[in-house]
């Protein structure tokens, strides 16, 4: 069965701190990994996408890295802001039609 | 480039009635495009996914008759609720696949919360 797993499930930062998310995946085919940001209320958002012979990919203060031997991947948010108060969810493409969601990760920046 | 939009935002609803959502891409050509459910905390659901000018393939567990989807254009798809009942509250986005896009990435709507009193 294809899963994704993610953790922590909830996390509490101070502005200004850096934090690091996981998503652990058993999903097969495997195409590509993509991290999003849902803020409440709102549809995802596509922050990074990484594919099966990329270790590392930044977009701003976002990094994400993949390793697709463990079957792992991380989200770092670098120098938190309070708009990055929200939920990441990480995404395993397979097939065609075929998206595997995690539970997501609710991060909460405080001032 | 690649926007989706959902309409309404919000609606408030009596039970038994039936309420269509509307999932636009608004600067692509969607040949696919998928309707998902997302409860309080929890992650999405893919309910359906309707391809231009086809019926849609529903996922098991989701009722076809309750839950209307036509996909008449290669821009619009709409999901229509039908004889909506309280349980059917939730948040529902829709997303969209360009034709011929890359790793088959879908963009997503900015959902559409549907409240049934």
């Known amino acids: 069965k294809n899963q994704v797993e993610q953790s922590p499930q909830s996390l509490i930062i101070l502005e200004g701190k850096n934090c690091t998310l996981q998503c652990n995946y058993t999903v097969s085919p495997f195409s590509n990994l993509r991290w999003y940001k849902q803020d409440t209320g709102r549809g995802p958002v596509s922050l990074t996408i990484m594919t099966f012979s990329e270790n590392t990919k930044s977009n701003g203060r976002y990094t994400a890295t993949l390793d697709a031997d ?9 120098a938190s802001q309070l708009s990055d108060s929200a939920s990441y969810i990480c995404v395993v493409y397979g097939s065609a039609r075929q998206l595997t ?3 997501g990760t609710q991060l909460t920046v405080l001032p | 480039g690649a926007v989706v939009s959902q309409h309404p935002s919000r609606v408030i609803c009596k039970s038994g009635t039936s309420v269509k959502i509307e999932c636009r891409s608004l600067d692509f050509q969607a040949t696919t495009m998928f309707w998902y459910r997302q409860f309080p905390k929890q992650s999405l659901m893919l309910m359906a996914t309707s391809n231009e000018g086809s019926k849609a ?4 567990g989701v009722e076809k008759d309750k839950f209307l989807i036509n996909h008449a254009s290669l821009t619009l798809s709409t999901l229509t609720v039908t004889s909506a009942h309280p349980e059917d509250s939730s948040f529902y986005i829709c997303s969209a696949r360009e034709r011929g896009s890359s790793y088959n990435e879908q963009f997503f709507g900015p959902g559409t919360r549907l409240t049934v009193l």
Request: proline share 0%; no cysteine; hydrophobic share 20%.
């Open chain 1, 70 to 78: 463990t079957k792992q991947s991380s989200l770092h948010i670098t």
């Open chain 1, 101 to 103: 969601f995690g539970s």
């Open chain 2, 57 to 60: 393939t529903y996922e098991q």
